[in-house]
């Protein structure tokens, strides 16, 4: 059974920093593409990094660009989002994806996490 367990999300005030993990099971981890997404109320889900399997490439939606990185531990089949300098407007639940792909939108053979809820404010 393949697992995507999330941690890290919480309240944090505007400025501050939070690290995402999220856990996968040691079958996909070493093969697949690992992205977070995160989708705030009444808005659609949207990308906003991703890794390939082997850290070569990583990609970031603009708006957070210079404030989140994405990294991969695969000694501990573990992704991090490491955000820092959070805004309002970062305020969502973020999930993470796992893409047999190397397209991290692809649709079939994916896998999803739970979801955590990140909150910035005051």
């Known amino acids: 059974q393949v697992q995507l367990v999330e941690s890290g999300g919480g309240l944090v005030e505007p400025g501050g920093s939070l690290r995402l993990s999220c856990a996968a099971s040691?079958?996909?981890?070493?093969?697949?593409?690992m992205g977070w997404y995160r989708q705030a109320p009444g808005k659609q889900r949207e990308l906003v990094a991703a890794?390939?399997?082997?850290?070569?490439?990583?990609n970031y939606v603009d708006s957070v660009k210079g404030r989140f990185t994405i990294s991969r531990d695969g000694a501990k089949n573990t992704v991090y989002l490491q955000m820092n300098s959070l805004k309002p407007e970062d305020t969502a639940v973020y999930y993470c994806?796992?893409?047999?792909?190397?397209?991290?939108?692809?649709?079939?053979?994916?896998?999803w996490g739970q979801g955590t809820q990140v909150t910035v404010s005051s």
């Open positions: 994806k796992a893409s047999p792909s190397f397209n991290i939108a692809a649709m079939t053979g994916v896998y």
């Open positions: 890794i390939l399997h082997d850290g070569r490439s990583i």
């Open positions: 040691r079958t996909i981890f070493s093969i697949y593409t």
